[in-house]
């Protein structure tokens, strides 16, 4: 079999998983804390939060299996939000998980993994809030979520609170190359940096990008990054927005945007997230801009996504701009 | 498609200096990365800042305290009030009196108000006085020199935010208050101070600094607050507080040793271990590991814990006396107890041991039961009453035995009852009236509606956030146990992250401490930041920070983005545009535009929301556009907000569109079944009924009774009967009057034998009746009419708020309802539904 039909079969994202806490890359002093934990044995109850695809599923596996190892299958029960986890699971299944016997090494405990637990109904994590107590001595939880204020205060209260912060430009670079090595994929800079970009932090898009862009282009450049990723490039928008006469951002808008294919709300919705951090204005101005942004979102939703309703926008955008200056 | 290198180009020459090359010559030749990122200057704001802050973490660390605490260790029996207060500063009699009246003070006069909302401050500025001195790292000052002195803060201050302010001010040892008092040592004044403070600083002569004074202060005190009675009382209190703190650390060091001895011996000889016990102590949780043992050890909160003990003892006295003498505190009359509070501080612990230590078994159902009204019928009441017996025979042959079994039944997490425990909470109440066992209760919010059953059945005994202070000792001792070193002057801030969780702190330190073994000034910040709670805020808390001037500055905008700002919208996305409405007129605005009218920016804002609103109509069409929904963030609240943003002029009031929502609903209701009674002789529409009839009616209706009393009553009922009127459709009428026709002093102007005259002499004739098919609701039928009502409209009055789903808006939910009260038309079902509305009826307050 050819390498590229393999690589085809396993998305890249699960194939390079890490399996040790130690190849989990960014957050190092949380990571750090996980390894001493690792070690010592006696986890405590933990919440990990935090951006998608910035590792928090893999630090819980890499650190259950190091704490368990073979007893891995054993002793450790996993839902997340695909299983259903209703009060009714909590109330028997978790805690039948946690009242089972299991012979595990003094200092180790089960492990109930409850990932993307921002999903659980605030009835299913009250139902928890005994058990994490009761059965503490034997078992601990893990959650991981997006949200930690989608948990409640209680079960937050009952656990150490471990924030990732998103990947920086570096670790993820740095996890792309591992990969392109690994793959031994052809690549530009500009097609790592188009990666990055359009990732923001989240590993598992850049590595699922990097993958899409292999598949479809075999090579890595950034023209071809983003005809994968297919929405309208924020840079270009914001040259857009910040040109400055309003004929520029027309023709820019003409020839760079509408002209390329792209759809009137995918130019408008990225309109609004640029603007929204478009630190070269004041903020008043940027909220009276996302005004007229919204305004025209909602016309073109009404069925009137043509140039003409962008070009007005594009108008009021200038004479915001204009006003306050 | 552009060349990405362009823009790369281009950022380069902005951000050159954050560009990160790697040169090490391998399969990549250049990588420049780290420039395209959008949110750049967002990153450059932040390293500006931090060094900052840094500074003044640093400044701070005081060595001087923690040798006083090495000694104290050593020297423990000595009485710490003759710790000698020893004066480390040179210049031996500086007072901060002294210092103070160096620094000039600043002329009230001249001080911006805030009333003075067209004053152009940016203006000022550039034209005034200490712009220059201000700018700048922040002087570095002698350990605790503002020891003893009581500070206020007020106003805006030129460079700095005020909470920075105020914790340098803590920092080094001063107590910040709020309120200006005899005892404020001095004021720091800003700009925009509230004219009631500067009219108290007048009239209490109390010293006034300005920022810049405020630095020459910290720059010219000496150590520990140099001489002065304050600064010398508060000294020796703090190092008693110290001392007493390290005994108790070490006393509870001891407790716990003797314990694990005591294991230890047992299991050499063999004896019976409980099977907790054998499992090894590093193996715990440390919150377990630490949990109280006695009551004693239970931080705060001594007179709940007291109250709670004392009903318990008295329980069975009381029960002998049927419930019925309220006893000392009147706690006598309820068998039952409710313990609530926030988590972590307490309850569940205290209900426990305080049932252990006076002799009573315990049975416990928490929210990982199911509590639904047949089980707990089946499970509780039979173990009630089963109890019950058990407990009189027992009693009965050994009245002496301390340990017979007494129970006490710990209904926990009381508020985890949802879903599946359909009617459990009813059935509770129930129970707490009836109970031949004591019966406690605990929950963590009493005021949620769905609490309301328990009014005045239980004894509320409520828990608090413990301060700072009640947990030293507790937290100094894990540290001592554990084996790392907490240095006491941040618990503050530990106690402020996790909002005086105690069991999140003992979490926290036991996960800190397995890198740090060190927790102090230097990294306390970005410990209690990454700890900081994170949970939904409240409406209230939402809107009054939506709507405060200070995130909408240049300033707060750098810090709280716009991001920040969409996100706490997120926080509560039903409630915040609602509240934003009811509260952007309250505002005087600090965000106001040269030139710009308050009625202006009302009417900015007016517009925003009215803009959100169109927005919300899209986004819960059935379309469901939620892609809109961080359009509306915008629209609805923070624009809104940014244009009024001030300080607040009243307090924050709830939306009040849910009452009137339900209102509208309610006499909608009403209307659509006078219209159904009426139908047979009117041919109008509701609308025209309301408009052409109803006064009419009311006239014809109210009139005679007014002027002839009881003689113009048949007059009253002929008319009813032609137009099909019910006696609770001439309530209906009267209740829709408003303004001047409105009945409310008319009726009560009706002589009460008159009224009752009128309701005998309906009920003892048969009226013609108008039959009709089509859904109505008609509880209120047969039941007395107002409180039914009430009932009925105030259920749907709390679907938006308990309904995460939130088509809380109308009219299919009105017709849901309709439906649903057809299919029950049994008086008795609508009573036992009684409780649950009953319970609704709260979330409006
Ligand atoms: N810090 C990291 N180091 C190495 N690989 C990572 C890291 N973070 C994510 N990945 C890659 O991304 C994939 C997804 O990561 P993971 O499932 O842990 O994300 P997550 O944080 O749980 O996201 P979500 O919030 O969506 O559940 C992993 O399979 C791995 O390949
Ligand atoms: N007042 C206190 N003094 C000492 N330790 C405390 C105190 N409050 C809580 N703790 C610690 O926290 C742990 C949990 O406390 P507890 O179970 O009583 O909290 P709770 O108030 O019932 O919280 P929840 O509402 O979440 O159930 C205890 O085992 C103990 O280690
Ligand atoms: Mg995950
Ligand atoms: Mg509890």
């Known amino acids: 079999m050819s390498k590229a039909a393999l690589s085809l079969e396993l998305p890249w994202v699960e194939k390079y998983r890490p399996h040790l806490l130690k190849d989990i890359v960014g957050n190092e002093d949380t990571i750090e804390r996980l390894k001493h934990i690792a070690k010592d044995g006696n986890m405590p109850h933990m919440i990990i939060s935090g951006l998608p695809g910035i590792g928090k599923t893999t630090s819980i596996h890499c650190l259950a299996h190091e704490l368990l190892g073979d007893s891995y299958s054993q002793a450790v029960l996993e839902l997340n939000a695909s299983d259903d986890r209703g009060i009714d699971v909590v109330r028997n299944q978790i805690k039948h998980f946690a009242q089972k016997k299991c012979h595990l090494p003094t200092g180790k405990h089960k492990i109930i993994i409850l990932d993307e637990a921002d999903s659980m109904t605030a009835g299913a994590q009250q139902a928890l809030r005994r058990t994490m107590e009761i059965y503490s001595n034997t078992t601990r939880f893990a959650f991981a979520c997006n949200q930690s204020n989608k948990i409640i205060e209680p079960l937050q209260s009952r656990c150490a609170i471990l924030r990732y912060t998103k990947l920086s430009d570096e670790q993820v670079l740095k996890r792309l190359l591992e990969i392109t090595k690994a793959e031994d994929v052809k ?133 915001h701009k204009l006003s306050t200056n | 498609m552009v060349s990405i290198t362009d823009f790369f180009v281009k950022g380069n020459a902005k951000g050159a200096a954050r560009k990160k090359k790697n040169d090490d010559g391998g399969d990549t030749k250049k990588t420049t990365i780290d420039i395209i990122d959008l949110d750049d200057s967002d990153l450059d704001i932040a390293e500006v800042k931090s060094p ?440 503050d801030k530990l106690v402020q992250a996790t909002r005086g969780d105690i069991r999140q702190i003992i979490n926290l330190l036991s996960t800190i401490s397995k890198t740090s073994k060190n927790i102090d000034h230097t990294n306390i910040s970005e410990i209690s930041k990454s700890w900081e709670k994170n949970i939904a805020l409240k409406p209230f808390d939402i809107v009054h920070q939506m709507l405060s001037g200070r995130i909408y500055s240049d300033l707060g905008a750098n810090t709280f983005t716009l991001n920040d700002k969409i996100a706490l919208y997120f926080d509560d996305f039903d409630f915040t545009p609602l509240m934003v409405q009811e509260n952007y007129l309250s505002t005087r605005p600090s965000v106001l535009k040269p030139n710009e009218s308050h009625l202006e920016a009302v009417a900015q804002a007016a517009d925003a929301i009215s803009l959100g609103d169109l927005v919300e109509r899209n986004i819960r069409s059935s379309e469901q556009l939620w892609g809109l929904l961080p359009l509306h963030a915008v629209l609805s609240s923070v624009l809104p907000s940014s244009k009024v943003a001030g300080q607040f002029a009243g307090r924050v009031n709830f939306t009040g569109w849910l009452g009137q929502n339900s209102k509208r609903n309610k006499y909608y209701r009403l209307l659509q079944e006078l219209q159904y009674h009426t139908r047979l002789s009117t041919s109008s529409n509701k609308i025209s009924l309301r408009l052409e009839y109803m006064s009419t009616f009311k006239h014809r209706l109210l009139d005679p009774i007014l002027k002839d009393g009881s003689d113009g009553i048949p007059s009253v009922i002929s008319l009813m009967d032609d137009y099909y009127l019910t006696k609770e459709d001439w309530d209906y009428i009267m209740e829709f009057m408003v303004g001047p026709e409105s009945t409310d002093l008319l009726l009560k102007k009706i002589p009460s034998t008159v009224k009752s005259g009128f309701t005998r002499k309906y009920n003892s004739t048969t009226h013609p009746v108008a039959i009709y098919r089509a859904g109505v609701s008609t509880t209120g039928s047969t039941t007395t009419v107002k409180p039914d009502f009430e009932d009925v409209v105030d259920a749907d009055d709390s679907v938006p708020a308990t309904d995460d789903t939130e088509d809380g808006k109308d009219d299919d939910l009105k017709k849901d309802k309709l439906i649903k009260q057809k299919k029950a038309p049994v008086k008795r079902k609508a009573s036992s539904t009684a409780t649950k509305k009953g319970a609704a009826k709260k979330k409006k307050a």
């Open chain 1, 187 to 319: 690549y530009t800079n500009d097609g790592l940096e188009a990666l990055i970009f359009t990732a923001e932090g989240d590993m598992r898009q850049a590595i699922n990008n990097l993958q899409s862009t292999v598949a479809g282009h075999s090579l890595v450049n950034g023209d071809n990054v983003f005809k994968i990723v297919d929405s309208p490039h924020p840079l270009i928008v914001k040259k857009m927005i910040l040109a400055p006469t309003l004929d520029d951002s027309l023709l820019i808008l003409r020839k760079e945007l509408w002209d390329k294919g792209y759809s009137a709300v995918d130019i408008v919705t990225t309109s609004f997230r640029v603007t929204k951090t478009l630190y070269e204005l004041k903020e008043p101005q940027r909220l009276d801009m996302i005004k007229e942004i919204g305004i025209t979102h909602m016309r073109i939703l009404e069925g009137v996504g043509t140039y003409l309703q962008l070009a007005a926008m594009m108008a009021k955008l200038s004479t």
């Open chain 2, 52 to 491: 900052v802050k840094r500074e003044s973490i640093v400044i701070d660390t005081p060595p001087s305290v923690k040798k006083q605490i090495d000694k104290v260790i050593k020297k423990e029996e000595k009485p710490p009030s003759k710790v000698p207060v020893k004066n480390k500063s040179s210049n031996a009699s500086v007072t901060a009196a002294d210092v103070l009246a160096t620094i000039p003070s600043v002329d009230l006069s001249e001080v911006h108000i805030k009333e003075n909302v067209k004053f152009d401050f940016r203006a000022a500025a550039i034209s005034g006085d200490s712009e220059v001195s201000t700018q700048g790292d922040f002087p570095e000052g002698q350990d605790n020199c503002l020891l003893g002195l009581t500070v206020v803060f007020t106003g805006v201050l030129p460079t700095m935010e005020r909470g920075a302010a105020e914790n340098i001010a803590r920092r080094y040892g001063a107590k910040v208050t709020k309120s200006i008092s005899g005892k404020t040592s001095f004021v720091v004044l800003g700009d925009e101070a509230g004219p009631k403070k500067v009219e108290k600083i007048r009239q209490l002569k109390v010293k006034a600094i300005n920022e810049d004074g405020f630095r020459k202060l910290i720059a010219g005190m000496p150590a520990d607050g140099g001489d002065g009675d304050a600064a010398e009382k508060a000294r020796l209190k703090k190092q008693q507080e110290e001392a007493r703190v390290l005994k108790e650390a070490n006393e509870m060091a001891e407790e716990a040793e003797e314990k694990e001895l005591k294991i230890k011996q047992a299991r050499l000889s063999g004896d019976f271990v409980k099977r907790e016990d054998l499992i090894r102590e590093q193996d715990k949780l440390w919150t377990v590991k630490y949990a109280p043992t006695n009551t004693n050890q239970i931080c705060g909160n001594k007179s709940s814990v007291n109250k709670l003990k004392n009903w318990l003892i008295n329980w069975e006295a009381s029960k002998a006396s049927n419930f019925k003498s309220p006893g000392r505190d009147g706690s006598g009359i309820f068998r039952a107890a409710m313990l609530y509070g926030p988590p972590g501080i307490g309850k569940t612990t205290a209900a426990h041991l305080i049932a252990k230590d006076l002799g009573y078994d315990i049975l416990e159902q928490n929210a990982s039961d199911v509590r639904s009204k047949s089980l707990l019928n089946a499970g509780v009441k039979n173990a009630l009453d089963n109890m019950s017996v058990v407990g009189y025979f027992k009693n009965k042959d050994d009245v002496n035995d301390v340990n017979g079994k007494k129970f006490v039944i710990v209904m926990d997490e009381v508020d985890g009852m949802s879903g599946g425990d359909r009617g459990g909470v009813g059935i509770l109440a129930q129970f707490c009236r009836k109970t031949s066992t004591p019966l406690i209760l605990i929950c963590n919010e009493r005021n949620q509606p769905k609490m309301r059953p328990f009014d005045r059945v239980c004894l509320d005994v409520q828990f608090r956030r413990p301060d700072a202070n009640s947990l030293k000792a507790r937290l100094m001792t894990i540290a001592v146990r554990e084996k790392f070193k907490l240095d006491p002057n941040v618990i």
